[in-house]
């Protein structure tokens, strides 16, 4: 599934190569990048990946869409891309027209609530929304007397105050106070905020993935051209232990993403079967985000935690993606909920069938 064997991935690879040159990105102390970046992305429709045609948006599978989110964790991608995908697919779930433009989810945190009282006006908080300050528009899912809603917000109409992640990309607070949205419609059945967490929690997997697979890259290649005591490292024992690791974590990753994406890109609803694959990705990716960007820097020693080094854009992202939509801690915790409730008898038919 993360080969280019799609235009989708083609295209993608091919944009990033071009206008998201990891070096060229960390010299641009103007973030100049970030404007023909978005423009070539929207040009070719990648954004609004998840959305029909009849609602704006170019109609590609999940699959693809997955893909292009692993591709997007191969470079690093510091702009809100999987966000706008993730908004596009809920307005969708609604049949809600995309508007052009960055757009993010709210909530991005399991633990935060958005209510919708009788008149249609949201309110609420949410920490942690990824993007927000470059937001134009909120895909919200809200909770009401009626049930779940799904609504399309103005981004002037909210209060954003600005925080950064340890990636240093904007993580903000987004606070609705009696918000009436440009378009609010019922989720249709199945469609909660959980549903909104898990596929959250595999674009980060994927992306977590992609991020690893170009830590090793990185790695392997630095450590065939640095020489201490007249030999590459690559040659020392304990630099081929340490990569044979990254390795590892990186391949675990990779296989923990994807199974999950297969999972839900083939599944009719958001079954236990998903919920096992999506929560179980989410953990595996966020230990290998820990260990491999530990590994990687190891590696590198002390050049690698140089900000003039592109090694930190993918290890610092790769951390600060464990914690969106439910860290590895929340997900364990409702794993084990789902296991001591349904039994792990019941529910290891629907793992060993994968």
């Not at 706008?84 to 960055?102: F, H, K, Y």
């Not at 909660?192 to 890259?217: K, N, W």
């Not at 694959?277 to 050049?303: F, L, M, P, W, Y």
Request: aromatic share 6%; proline share 4%.
């Amino acid at each position: 599934m993360v080969e280019s064997d799609n235009i989708v991935v083609e295209t993608a690879e091919k944009i990033f190569a071009d206008l998201a040159d990891p070096q060229t990105i960390n010299n641009d102390k103007k973030n100049s990048w970030q404007a023909p970046l978005w423009q070539a992305l929207s040009e070719a429709g990648l954004p609004l990946s998840w959305v029909p045609d009849d609602l704006g948006g170019s109609g590609a599978s999940l699959a693809d869409g997955f893909a292009l989110l692993n591709a997007a964790g191969r470079f690093a991608v510091a702009v809100p891309l999987a966000e706008t995908m993730l908004a596009g697919w809920l307005l969708a779930q609604a049949r809600i027209a995309s508007p052009e433009g960055e757009m993010t989810v709210v909530p991005a945190s399991p633990k935060d609530r958005i209510t919708i009282d009788g008149d249609g006006a949201l309110s609420g908080r949410a920490r942690g929304v990824p993007f927000a300050k470059a937001a134009k528009h909120f895909a919200v899912l809200a909770h009401g007397k009626d049930g779940v809603s799904i609504a399309l917000v103005d981004a002037s109409k909210v209060r954003t105050e600005p925080g950064l992640n340890v990636g240093y990309d904007h993580s903000d607070t987004v606070t609705l106070d009696k918000v009436q949205p440009v378009t609010v419609k019922p989720a249709p059945k199945g469609v909660d905020q959980t549903t909104l967490m898990l596929m959250g929690g595999i674009a980060r997997s994927l992306q977590i993935a992609g991020a690893l697979e170009s830590m090793l890259d990185i790695s392997v290649r630095y450590s065939n051209e640095r020489v201490a005591f007249e030999k590459k490292i690559s040659k020392f024992q304990a630099v081929q232990h340490n990569l044979a690791r990254l390795a590892g974590e990186s391949a675990a990753a990779l296989a923990a993403a994807t199974s999950a994406a297969d999972a839900i890109a083939n599944a009719k609803s958001f079954g236990d079967e998903v919920y096992l694959e999506a929560a179980s990705a989410k953990i595996r990716c966020a230990e290998a985000a820990e260990k491999g960007g530990g590994i990687a820097h190891q590696v590198h020693g002390a050049i690698g935690f140089t900000i003039e080094h592109i090694l930190h854009r993918y290890s610092l992202r790769a951390l600060a993606w464990r914690d969106d939509f439910g860290s590895e801690s929340y997900w364990a915790v409702e794993l084990g909920k789902l296991v001591a409730v349904r039994g792990a008898d019941e529910l290891w038919p629907l793992v060993a069938s994968r």
